[in-house]
């Protein structure tokens, strides 16, 4: 339980390391894709830790890191063959960032420092607290994207196909909402900023706090 | 379109920092000196390069004809990191001096997230030979252009002075925010 909260906020993979952010930055358009990214992170980081964990006494320390990528990329596979046969529509929308959690920041630290040292149980508890850390992160920075930028949030569409029935809550406008500028690019790079920010701050805070 | 309009805007408007958040890891990481990321940005630019020539190759006469293009990811990723690898050796043993300045950088492109990126870009927008060359160069282009740009104002972020909780990343992600809105036409 302690390593899975740490991974949640000690250790939050974005907003206190700031790893992965490639995808991260760029599926947060929508408050769904977020989460389903997210879990896709968590289900591949799982399975990588466990193997990696399982069979990190064979692998000589020279090919360590060939080893791990290609066990990653296995796993990515998988979840991109299952998602193009299944939600097609979430996998259009994902593209090139599904397949680039192969060479994310994330995963490959988790696995060079965590998996590849600890017991199998302590790995997997790792991964479990990394993967929702990140899945909770992409959940806020996309859900403020989206609702101050667009002013919807979306529960259910793209899975839609998959569950039988679609979720998009549309909030009022006003004069100032929606602010579009949220939903581009820039917007990205300014509310990760200031989560940063923030969570910087509160770290600092709370440590003055225990002091 | 033609190669020469994919250049264009593969540089400015679409550029892959700014517009498709690909390599960023670095580019918030460890672009400090202006020096680093001029080198840094140039092999980045090679390996890109090279990288797309080889596997838009292996995609188009390896994989699609034996019909198993959902192993693309495993197959560049080998490609890449084998390759980096090769030309990490061959600058050792023929350019040492050219190896000095850039040799530190390969072993991190090998996980750079921008070179997977462009390879997958290359297929996922079915370019064909000379669109692809293009495309490469132009994002390469225009990942030295910014991850350079951002280097020298971050020069002059550190001695100026800033509010505790931004310091840091937060005002480099901001910095690039802005640096996002000057390249890309929006409003």
């Known amino acids: 339980m302690k390593i899975i909260l740490n991974g949640i906020f000690k250790e939050n993979p974005m907003f206190v390391l700031v790893l992965g952010l490639c995808p991260a930055l760029a599926i947060t358009t929508k408050f769904e894709s977020a989460y389903l990214m997210g879990l896709c992170l968590l289900i591949i980081l799982m399975f990588s830790n466990v193997v990696i964990a399982i069979i990190k006494r064979i692998v000589p320390d020279a090919v360590r890191i060939p080893v791990y990528i290609l066990i990653i990329s296995t796993f990515v596979t998988i979840i991109e063959i299952i998602l193009k046969t299944y939600i097609p529509a979430l996998s259009d929308i994902l593209g090139i960032y599904l397949p680039l959690i192969t060479v994310n920041c994330i995963v490959l630290g988790r696995a060079m420092a965590v998996a590849s040292k600890e017991s199998i149980k302590t790995s997997l508890l790792d991964a479990i607290g990394i993967g929702l850390g990140y899945t909770f992160a992409l959940m806020i920075i996309a859900f403020f994207r989206e609702a101050l930028g667009a002013g919807t949030i979306t529960f259910m569409d793209a899975t839609s196909s998959l569950t039988g029935y679609k979720a998009i809550y549309e909030l009022p406008t006003t004069n100032i909402l929606p602010i579009s500028i949220l939903t581009n690019p820039a917007g990205a790079y300014i509310a990760l900023a200031f989560f940063v920010a923030l969570f910087s701050k509160f770290k600092g805070g709370k440590k003055h706090e225990s002091h | ?187």
């Open chain 2, 1 to 187: 379109m033609s190669p020469i309009s994919i250049f264009v805007t593969s540089v400015l408007a679409q550029n892959i920092i700014l517009t498709k958040f690909l390599g960023i890891c670095p580019f918030i990481g460890a672009s400090n000196k202006e020096k680093n990321a001029f080198h840094m940005g140039l092999s980045v630019m090679l390996v890109i390069t090279l990288s797309s020539i080889i596997t838009y190759v292996i995609y188009h006469f390896v994989l699609v004809p034996t019909n198993t293009t959902y192993l693309r990811t495993t197959m560049f990723v080998l490609v890449i990191a084998s390759m980096v690898q090769l030309m990490e050796l061959f600058l050792k043993k023929y350019l040492p001096g050219i190896h000095k300045t850039m040799g530190l950088y390969l072993p991190l492109i090998a996980t750079n997230c921008a070179v997977l990126g462009v390879t997958l870009l290359n297929i996922n927008n079915d370019f064909n030979f000379l669109q692809m060359l293009a495309f490469s160069v132009g994002s390469s282009l225009g990942y030295l252009l910014i991850i350079y740009i951002f280097a020298t104002i971050r020069e002059r972020l550190e001695t100026s002075d800033i509010s505790k909780s931004f310091d840091g990343i937060p005002i480099a992600l901001l910095t690039a925010a802005i640096m996002s809105l000057v390249f890309v036409r929006y409003l």
